[in-house]
């Protein structure tokens, strides 16, 4: 990324067929693991899938490894609500990894109610010469047994298992939009519209409430949160957005409910910009804590923000994701898409920044050069290893022949979820049912 943004390749991407997609199949959110060999999608469907990274082979050491899917699994399943008459559906709203201990991985998995903890382990060894079984597994006659047998391991086809080993549930009254994993590692916190709650990952059976904005009466209702995140060294400190553009950093160890913020960070707005629009795309959809812990970085519908932790007045960078479209918001909220929910990621030094947009477009901002480009995840134009051309979006007047009118954009292709490699220019790309996996172009 620092020596050409535009130098792209793509590096193999996990395709599902088109003609076979259903609403199951779109990708609801994409996540790798601390060390980057494993990454892990959810969908609508409430299934897990979990790519690994190929080891680098010594014959073709230049090819870096690819990822192949390495297990799937069905996290969870549609569910009825019989006191409220709801339906609640199985897909995954959030995935978060823990940091790996031993040979076995843990990801925590959530839908709108439940969040689930799952361990996913490697078998390669069975037992056999079982004295109550036999070899199928039925039960032994006991008169029959004449002698003791010392049962012994064989090797078998590498197996991968993913058994749930927590579920979480019955604590959110709605939605669930965000999960987060301390720093402690002990303790992860989920987020619904009004409340946000902290967990122990060994108790299932109760949780505890770090903050309610419910009012006590709902029609005063104002704002709902949109997103949370604990900082990424500090376990007492974490963020949450808000529909109104707001965003509160809060601390644990000031009292046990954090209804006060210890820092609050708003924009004044321009009141040239102001519209019939203007609250609804001011409402942050993601906010993410840079690795370094120094700033936060906020998405709305337009723009991504960066802020500085000590400033809380103004963001110190803002970066134009899609300014096109603020002629179309009108369309764009007739067909609901003024409502979509776009994430933003940092890249492993947090230099770059990257987030989607619609056309199957994704945008990465260089915070150094102030470069930014706009790259195309599609079928078309995603053979493997082929270098990715940078787009552009005409608005008005004349159109060259390399770029798109911005009438032409396709607004139910959009890009929602990206994930960026912790430590190397890889980054994965979800456009609806189809996952793309770039990275930087290898001389």
Known sequence: MEEDVESRKISGSFLRDHS????????????????????????KGGRVVIFQREQESKHQSHRRGEYNVYSTFQSHEPEFDYLKSLEIEEKINKIRWLPQQNAAYFLLSTNDKTVKLWKVSERDKRPEGYNLKDEDGRLRDPSMITMLRVPVLRPMDLMV??????????????HINSISVNSDYETY??????????????ITNQSFNIVDIKPANMEELTEVITAAEFHPHHCNTFVYSSSKGTIRLCDMRTAALCDRHAKFFEEPEDPSNRSFFSEIISSISDVKFSHSGRYIMTRDYLTVKVWDLNM???????YQVHDYLRSKLCSLYEND???DKFECVWNGSDSVIMSGSYNNFFRMFDRNTKRDVTLEASRENSKPRAVLKPRKV??????????ISVDSLDFSKKILHTAWHPSENIIAVAATNNLYIFQDKVN
């Open 20 to 43: 076979y997609a259903t609403e199951a199949d779109i990708i609801s959110t994409v996540e790798f693991n601390h060390t980057g060999e494993l990454l892990a999608t959810g969908d």
């Open 161 to 174: 298992e993913a058994t749930p080993r927590r579920v979480f549930a019955n604590a959110h009254t709605y």
């Open 189 to 202: 916190m989920s987020a619904d519209d009004l409340r946000i709650n902290l967990w122990n990952f060994e």
């Open 312 to 318: 809380e007045n103004r963001p110190i960078e803002t």
């Open 337 to 339: 898409c003024i409502f």
């Open 394 to 403: 005409c608005v008005g007047g004349k159109r060259r022949k390399d770029e």
